[in-house]
Structures are given as structure tokens and as C-alpha cells.
């Protein structure tokens, strides 16, 4: 009983996160700054009876929470202010504790952002005790979590941008261009750009390029799920350089479904655009006119 009023906690709170930082955007951006995807607001989506809601025992059919996106970078400069690496080692940003700390050593953090959902890391944050993972590394001598709660420490946006940073850890932090993927959220859309160093493979194809592979992941942006049938490319644009445009192709590898490219990127390259073309598949009436508008977004991009 004590484990779900925990976990009911957990997910009221962490709904009132999500609204508190919808509000705080919201007048931020009415401040001479535009809110991200503010030129294709959201579609208004069904409107429920109390009774409709009542009956899908106090939600929408298929309703499913999920955070804001956040900023990766900002989020990374966070982890280091924490100290996060005193316990989480992290390939190329911090090193494994010493034996001296082993009792407060916490899982490694690498490629963790391919294993949960950003919700889950939240939740880690908030309430370390709502999970509890047994063994070295997760549990105490008391059987309760090693991981400290940070819900009196940071801010809603500190949350969502520290959860950004770690979700985009997807296993490749020693080689990502720029430490940490780059993500937005327009039209029906969250957009996640990252970067691999050396070949990519993709559905089990020796890869015949040596310089990296670029990879788009398209999430619904109300459900968090990959959204497939889509045409897909991104034109490298920089000083002095012709515009270069890439169609990308759907993969499937260890960090999930996303749209690929093997490509060198150019050092002469400051921005990237992502264009996304009206769906191919058929969108059934529930979902009616959504993934039916292109959208185009520029990531601003640095040099490795």
C-alpha cells in the first residue's frame, strides 16, 4: 500500500510539473521570445464529457503523461553543477567512483538513454523510492534507494532539461557530435537530432561510410511513440559551402527506430534542417488531420 501511495504521488506530482512548466513557458515566451513551435501550435485535441472520463477510470482513452522537452545541453551543465559524476560515471563526462565510495556508487549512466522512457528518469529524480532496484549500485543496507531525492533541489525547467540530457544518452556519448543530441518540438512532432561518430550498419548491412551516420528520431509529441511512414531529410548548410541535401531512410538499431543517413558531416557546417513531409499512412478519424503537415526545423550546429 505504502509502494502505490508512493507511486500515485509520484505521478501527481509529476503532472503538476508538466503544467507549472507549460505556464512558466507560456508567460516566458510572452516576452518577446517565441515558444518552441509556436508557428504550428498544437491541435486542440477531444473534448471529454466528466461522465467519458469517469468511465476511463479518470483519463482519456490512450492518455499517457509525458514531459516537456527539455534542452540537453543546458541539462548536461546541470549534471556538472550537481556533482552527478560523484556517483554515476559517464563515459567522457566523469569518471567511475573510487573504491572508497562504493557504498554511493550508482549505475553508470552510458547509453542509459536508450533503456527509459523520459518519464522513468523523472520519476528517479523525484522519488528515488517509487522503483526500487535491487542489488549493488541501487539499494542500501536498509533496502531503500542510494539515490538521493532532488524534488527540493531543482526547478521545473532544471528537471525537464536534466532529463533531456539524459535521455539523449544513447550510447554513443564518446562520439556524438556535441556531447549531447539536439532536440525540438513543432507541429505534431518532438524532433531528436544526434550524431554518431564511424559507420552505422543499419538493418544489419555492412556500413560503406567511414565519417558517421546522422540520425533523426520522430516522436508523436502527446504520446511519446515513434511515428513511422514519413518522408524525411536534412540539408547541411554552412558558409562558403553549397546546401546539401539528405534523404534520410528508417532504421531500426540499438537506440530505437529513427530516420538515417552514413554521412561525413563538413566542419563548415552551422546549421542542419530537418524537413518532414505529410504521413503516407492512413490516419484514422480519432487522429484526423494530424502528421498531415510538413514541418521544417534548423538545429544550430557546431563544430566537433
Given amino acids: ?38 508557428d504550428a501550435p498544437p491541435r486542440a485535441g477531444r473534448t ?4 467519458e472520463l469517469h468511465a476511463g477510470g479518470g483519463v482519456p482513452r490512450g492518455w499517457k503523461f509525458t514531459l516537456p522537452a527539455g534542452d540537453p545541453a543546458k541539462g ?26 562504493a557504498a554511493h556508487a550508482g549505475p553508470e549512466l552510458t547509453g542509459m538513454g536508450s533503456h527509459h522512457p523520459a518519464e522513468y528518469f523523472a520519476e528517479s529524480i523525484l522519488a528515488p523510492n517509487a522503483v526500487i532496484l535491487a542489488g549493488p549500485g541501487f539499494t542500501g543496507p536498509d533496502g531503500r534507494s542510494i539515490m538521493p531525492s532532488y524534488g527540493d ?37 518532438r524532433i531528436r537530432l544526434v550524431y554518431a561518430g564511424g559507420g552505422h550498419a543499419g538493418h544489419g548491412a555492412p556500413s560503406r561510410a567511414a565519417g558517421g551516420h546522422l540520425q533523426v ?7 511519446g511513440e515513434p511515428v513511422p511512414y514519413l518522408p524525411v531529410s536534412a540539408t547541411l548548410r554552412g558558409g562558403g559551402m553549397k546546401p546539401r541535401v539528405l534523404k534520410l531512410l528508417p532504421m531500426v538499431d540499438a537506440q530505437g527506430f529513427h530516420y538515417g543517413v552514413d554521412v561525413r558531416i563538413p566542419d563548415a557546417t552551422d546549421k542542419v534542417v530537418v524537413s518532414i513531409g505529410r504521413t503516407t499512412m492512413r490516419v484514422m478519424p480519432p487522429a484526423a488531420r494530424r502528421f498531415t503537415k510538413p514541418v521544417t526545423v534548423e538545429f544550430e550546429w557546431e563544430g566537433p
Fill in 1 to 38: 500500500m505504502t509502494r502505490l501511495r508512493g507511486r500515485r504521488l509520484s505521478i501527481l506530482a509529476l503532472g503538476a510539473l508538466v503544467l507549472a512548466a507549460t505556464g512558466a513557458r507560456a508567460q516566458h515566451a510572452g516576452h518577446g521570445a517565441a515558444a518552441p513551435g509556436a
Fill in 217 to 223: 528520431f520522430v516522436a508523436d509529441r502527446q504520446s
Fill in 48 to 51: 471529454y464529457t466528466m461522465e
Fill in 153 to 189: 533541489s531543482l526547478s521545473v525547467t532544471q528537471l525537464i532539461d536534466l532529463v533531456a540530457f539524459l535521455t539523449s544518452l544513447t550510447g554513443d556519448e564518446g562520439h556524438v557530435h556535441g556531447a549531447a543530441a539536439l532536440e525540438q518540438t513543432t507541429g505534431d512532432y
Fill in 76 to 101: 548536461r551543465q546541470l549534471f556538472r553543477e550537481l556533482e552527478c559524476g560523484t556517483c554515476h560515471a559517464l563515459e567522457g563526462l566523469s569518471a567511475p567512483p573510487s573504491a572508497g565510495d
